[in-house]
């Protein structure tokens, strides 16, 4: 089945240490996205990538990294510089292209202990 | 600053009904519009797309005003299982950067 895998689908991260979060896709999609979702919120954007070795920041990047040295993997750090980390992250692809949908990993839960 | 407007809810709506909710977008040179379903403590998954002609599947119907800058969801003859965040999304002309949603409408169908 084709599709965006996330993981781990629960995470616990205790105050001071980085964090890495999976997302893998087998839709052949280039561009591929992190969103951050607080509780009663929307989705922020945290980083975009619509190539292979090229991302740019989003609307709330400081405190993560990411990096896309494969088309299909796109992993967020979250580093100790992010002061409140604790969210649903989810990340999604689409095709490049401008009318097309983003599909979405089942995300992943990050609590700070 | 591209922005993306919902009325945050929650609807409550007996079941059978038909509901109603809009989502407004501010930069004009927006192009590409969806809907898209969220259940509690789940991702979002796609629900439709939204066409300068309106479409319709099933039960629900998205339309577009250009003019007036905003896209409609409608839902006919309501469910239980209808019950969900919806959360419209938007892509500007040129826009690197995918999707910019809005926060969502809660909706609550009541048996």
């Known amino acids: 089945d084709g599709g965006i895998t996330q993981s781990p689908k629960y995470l616990f991260r205790k105050e001071g240490q980085n964090v890495t979060l999976s997302c893998e896709q087998n839709l052949n999609h280039d561009a591929m996205y992190w969103y951050r979702q607080d509780p009663g919120q929307g989705l922020r954007l945290i980083y975009y990538?619509?190539?292979?070795?090229?991302?740019q920041k989003g609307d709330i990047a400081e405190g993560y990294s990411v990096s896309r040295e494969k088309k299909e993997s796109f992993p967020l750090t979250v580093t100790s510089a992010q002061k409140n980390p604790t969210a649903f992250y989810l990340c999604?692809?689409?095709?490049?292209?401008?009318?097309?949908?983003?599909?979405f990993g089942q995300g992943t839960r990050l609590t700070v202990v | 600053r591209k922005e993306v407007e919902q009325d945050p809810g929650p609807f409550n709506v007996p079941e059978g009904a038909t509901v109603a909710f809009n989502c407004t977008y501010s930069n004009s040179a927006s192009q590409s519009f969806f809907w898209y379903r969220q259940d509690c403590r789940k991702e979002p998954k796609l629900l439709m797309s939204?066409?300068?002609s309106g479409n319709e599947d099933g039960r629900f119907t998205a339309q577009l005003n250009r003019a007036s800058q905003y896209i409609s969801l409608l839902i006919r003859d309501s469910k239980l299982s209808d019950s969900a965040t919806y959360l419209c999304a938007v892509n500007i002309e040129g826009g690197a950067d995918g999707l910019t949603f809005g926060k969502g409408t809660h909706l609550i169908i009541q048996p």
């Open positions: 999604a692809s689409s095709d490049r292209g401008l009318a097309t949908e983003a599909f």
């Open positions: 939204v066409y300068s």
């Open positions: 990538s619509q190539i292979v070795n090229d991302f």
